[in-house]
């Protein structure tokens, strides 16, 4: 089983609606999970961090954590097109992030 | 204003010869790391150092090797031993190690090896 895992395809959303991705994690021992939004040809970019279990909000971006069902979930109200991008999920253990695949996110107007 | 440089961004080179990449920062940051990212794939981790002339292998340093000589300063040697070295390289640095461990990229080094 892969550390971190990001299954779904590239997702396609009109302009306007809500992008939803997921991750999953197989360590249970975890402390915080990021969500990256890397632009193609350029360097990821921090987009927000959660540790605690629920819900937290920036801005039109909202970071979903179970701990228990060990996923976690980004969510972008109001999708624009500036958000077509690849999203990568990132999780913390032990001095280190080990990151997903990512997921291409294609916005359309 | 504060950031990571990397340079150069593009670099060729022929097989079998060694090459440094450059990865400073002005954040004053404790901790350092070097991914390699490939098509389609993930960012998998080299090498990270948590403080001044220590460093740690991560999941793939076979073939790379670093120093840390300076707070600000983490240059990245790729080896004539690396079997596949055309990739992304990617530096990183965060406030240390511990948790929560936000990791702010530079630019990146796409080198290509023919």
């Known amino acids: 089983q892969k550390e971190v895992e990001q299954n779904s395809g590239p997702l396609s959303v009109p302009e306007g609606a809500i992008a939803s991705l997921n991750c999953t994690y197989s360590?249970?021992?975890?402390?915080?999970f990021f969500w990256y939004r890397q632009y193609s040809g350029k360097s990821p970019e921090l987009i927000m961090f959660?540790?605690?279990?629920g819900d937290k909000e920036d801005g039109r971006f909202t970071a979903q954590l179970n701990k228990a069902s060990q996923y976690v979930s980004l969510l972008i109200r109001d999708s624009q097109p500036s958000d077509s991008a690849t999203y990568l999920c990132?999780?913390?253990?032990?001095?280190?992030?080990?990151f997903g695949k990512g997921n291409q996110v294609v916005v359309i107007p | 204003d504060g950031g990571i440089t990397q340079s150069p961004k593009y670099l060729f080179r022929k097989e079998g010869q060694n090459v440094t990449l450059s990865c400073e920062q002005n954040?004053?940051?404790?901790?350092m790391y070097w991914y390699r990212q490939d098509p389609g794939q993930g960012l998998r981790l080299i090498y990270y150092s948590q403080i001044v002339n220590d460093f740690q292998k991560g999941d793939i340093a076979e073939g790379y090797s670093v120093s840390r000589e300076k707070k600000e300063s983490f240059p990245l040697t790729v080896t004539s031993a690396q079997k596949n070295p055309t990739a992304f390289y990617l530096c990183a640095s965060s406030i240390g190690t511990g948790p929560p461990n936000e990791q702010y990229f530079g630019p990146g080094t796409r080198l290509t090896v023919t």
């Open positions: 954040l004053n940051h404790d901790a």
């Open positions: 959660i540790y605690s279990n």
């Open positions: 360590d249970r021992g975890s402390q915080s």
């Open positions: 990132a999780v913390y253990k032990n001095n280190r992030l080990a």
